[in-house]
């Protein structure tokens, strides 16, 4: 490795298949940044250990995913606020003695819905499905764009509830939703993983409604379910490129596009 090329990585268990070296990688080759981005898989028990490692291999910052976003909150000793609402972190950037902490998720998902499918949550009703880690990225920079309500619903209820007063909106679990209807409905469960949908009723989706699920490269019993039923449809592939992109400004101060590189991604 170049000792005068700046590090980044993805930290993740397991992470062969992550994206994210190749979204950087297009990034950097966009804005002419010179950089090297690589996916490490950390040990399960290891992960404090393998990010000291990297900084001292003269890493700059990196991601950080599925399972470690909660124990890198706990690493950093600087937050953003979204990462304080979130408690969780999926960006760090290593400022000298300092380890910033920051969470990307939710402005990734809020840019693609503006910026890419031109659809505005202010003033709609929005219905996040799930209250795991991706619900409560989104948490924050949801609220931020003043949605006439924003409602969370959970298998597990309480947990719904719980995230709810973090956010200062509504929760509870799938027997609330029968009778109401929403704009926008995020799918931030593990269902679509499993190939199961979320319990929803029927006539969930309002007229012009949106169906996003977080789950990206195949399409999800979720997404069928709305389009049956008349709503737009979106995976999280834009998100994911979104955070990408988000990140890559925390840590170079500069914006990369991201439009092209959705594009390549849905070709590949
Ligand atoms: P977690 O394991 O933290 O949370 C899982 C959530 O899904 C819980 O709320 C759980 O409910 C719920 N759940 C699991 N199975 C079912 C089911 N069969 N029916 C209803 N609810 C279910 O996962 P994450 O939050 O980290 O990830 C969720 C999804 O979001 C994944 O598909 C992931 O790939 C995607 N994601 C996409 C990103 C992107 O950039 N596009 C970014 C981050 C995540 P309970 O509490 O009751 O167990």
Same mark, same amino acid.
Request: aromatic residues 8%; hydrophobic residues 40%.
């Given at each position: 490795m170049n000792a005068m090329i700046d590090r980044y990585a993805v930290f993740g268990h397991p992470i062969a298949h992550s994206k994210s070296p190749r979204i950087h990688a297009e990034f950097a080759r966009q804005t002419g940044q010179a950089l090297t981005y690589e996916a490490i898989e950390a040990p399960l028990d290891g992960f404090p250990y393998a990010i000291s490692a990297f900084r001292a291999a003269g890493g700059c910052g990196c991601n950080v995913t599925v399972p470690f976003k909660e124990q890198a909150y706990q690493l950093a000793s600087l937050r953003t606020d979204r990462a304080d609402a979130a408690g969780a972190v999926n960006t760090l950037r290593f400022d000298g003695p300092d380890i910033l902490g920051d969470n990307t998720d939710g *402005?990734?998902? !809020?840019? %693609?819905? !503006?910026?890419?499918?031109d659809f505005d949550p202010a003033g709609l009703r929005i219905l996040l499905l799930g209250a795991g880690g991706?619900? @409560?990225? !989104?948490?924050? &920079?949801?609220? =931020?764009?003043? &949605?006439? =309500?924003? $409602?969370?619903?959970? @298998?597990?209820?309480?947990? *719904? @509830? =719980?995230?709810?007063? @973090? $956010? %200062?909106?509504?929760?509870?679990g799938y027997d609330a939703l029968p009778g109401r209807q929403f704009d926008l409905v995020i799918n931030a469960t593990a269902a679509s993983l499993a190939g199961d949908l979320p319990p929803m009723p029927d006539d969930i989706f309002a007229r012009g409604a949106l169906a996003y699920d977080m789950m990206y490269g195949r399409d999800t019993p979720f997404l069928t379910f709305a389009r049956e039923r008349g709503a737009k449809v979106a995976d999280g592939l834009g998100m994911l490129v979104e955070q990408a992109a988000e990140a890559f400004f925390v840590w170079r101060g500069i914006r990369p596009e991201t439009a092209p590189v959705i594009k390549l991604l849905r070709e590949a």
């Open positions: *402005a990734g998902l !809020v840019n %693609d819905l !503006v910026g890419n499918l991706a619900a @409560r990225g !989104v948490g924050l &920079p949801l609220m =931020e764009r003043k &949605p006439a =309500e924003l $409602f969370i619903a959970n @298998r597990t209820a309480y947990k *719904a @509830r =719980e995230l709810s007063s @973090r $956010f %200062d909106c509504y929760g509870g």
